[in-house]
């Protein structure tokens, strides 16, 4: 009975902040919400033991996005110089469309069939042979790996949307990124203290990923942040984008996923396939990169592009 009245409660809290986002005034205090609203959504993927699912909610979907609609909102309205306003109207469309948008997901539970067809027994029976105890990073590196690998592909793709929106001779200079902090404030006391956490935690994130709920967008994630906290309080100097150092950390992950892909030719003979024996260290292999890369390309996505300072 408390566990029922839990999730209602959850249920209720979730769609007033949901509509109160959609209602704020100020597009800061709607880009505010939100990240509160992703972290109630994590609370949600929990109580259905999605954990996998409500980390990646946290660090992505509520972390990462949350700070990237700040920074989008800041940038707007400094060039724009217009007041940080929504309109009316513009609550009105917001409403009418996350409403329609949740009565057509309703929709879908009643074309559902009666039965559902599922493969979870199928993977669960054969995932001891690929030495993961994690269900879901099972699917992701063995039956569904080729997605996987695209992901980290469509990553890469939008950084350099993101940098080609600086000027063809500004490439190789330091992010438009500004530090905020001034001497001996808050944040520099915390850009100094919590990186090495960060830092642990990541690691720790990514290394029980194979057989605990983790993995490399949660590990590569918790180590943006960290770098993004070091950047914005000016703790050290925000790299030169032409950095040789900078461009291989942002490939490692895509280019060893490719490497151990095509190593599968070789044995058993079929790309991204794993040699019997070797597929869970090659797949902690693969996460160990892709933190590095995510974390990376996550936190230069945050930067934006360059500026033109010290360009080459």
């Known amino acids: 009975m408390t566990e029922q009245v839990f999730d209602a409660a959850l249920a209720l809290l979730v769609m007033g902040v949901g509509a109160w986002s ?10 505010i919400i939100f990240i509160v609203y992703g972290l109630l959504l994590s609370l949600v993927w929990v109580r259905i033991a999605a954990i ?55 929709s879908l539970a009643f074309v559902l069939p009666g039965e559902p067809v599922s493969l ?12 993961l105890g994690n269900p879901v990073a099972g699917v992701l590196f063995v039956y569904r790996s080729f997605d996987t690998l ?26 438009g990124l500004k530090p905020f902090a001034q001497k001996h404030s808050v944040l520099v006391l915390l850009a100094r ?19 605990v709920p983790g993995g490399a967008f949660q590990g590569g994630t918790v180590l943006a942040a960290m770098w993004v906290l070091v950047m914005l309080a000016g703790v050290r100097q925000i790299p030169r984008l032409s950095s040789p150092a900078l461009r291989a950390a942002i490939v490692a992950g ?10 599968g030719f070789v044995s058993p003979g079929q790309f991204l396939a794993y040699p019997q024996g070797f597929a869970k260290p090659l797949i902690v292999a693969m996460e160990i990169a892709l933190t590095l890369s995510i974390g990376v390309i996550l936190g230069l996505l945050s930067a934006g592009p360059s500026n033109g300072k010290d360009a080459r």
Do not use: C, N, Q
């Not at 199928?122 to 690929?130: A, G």
């Not at 592909?153 to 330091?174: E, F, K």
């Not at 203290?193 to 057989?211: E, H, S």
């Not at 895509?254 to 190593?263: D, Q």
């Open 22 to 31: 959609m209602m704020a005034g100020r597009i800061t205090s709607a880009v």
């Open 52 to 106: 996998d699912v409500a980390l990646t909610e946290a660090a992505i979907g509520s972390g990462a996005t949350g700070m990237l609609l700040i920074a989008a909102a800041y940038k707007t309205g400094r060039e724009s110089g217009a007041r940080e306003t929504v309109s009316g109207s513009l609550h009105v469309i917001a409403v009418l469309l996350a409403s329609s948008v949740a009565l057509g997901l309703a």
């Open 120 to 131: 979870a027994g199928d993977v669960l029976r054969s995932l001891p042979d690929s030495g």
């Open 150 to 175: 695209l992901e980290k592909i469509v990553l890469l793709v939008a950084l350099l949307g993101v940098w080609s929106l600086g000027s063809d001779r500004d490439w190789g200079g330091i992010p």
């Open 193 to 211: 203290t919590l990186p090495p956490i960060g830092l642990t935690y990541a690691i720790y994130m990514t290394w029980v990923g194979a057989d």
């Open 254 to 263: 895509p280019v060893v996923f490719l490497a151990i892909g095509f190593l």
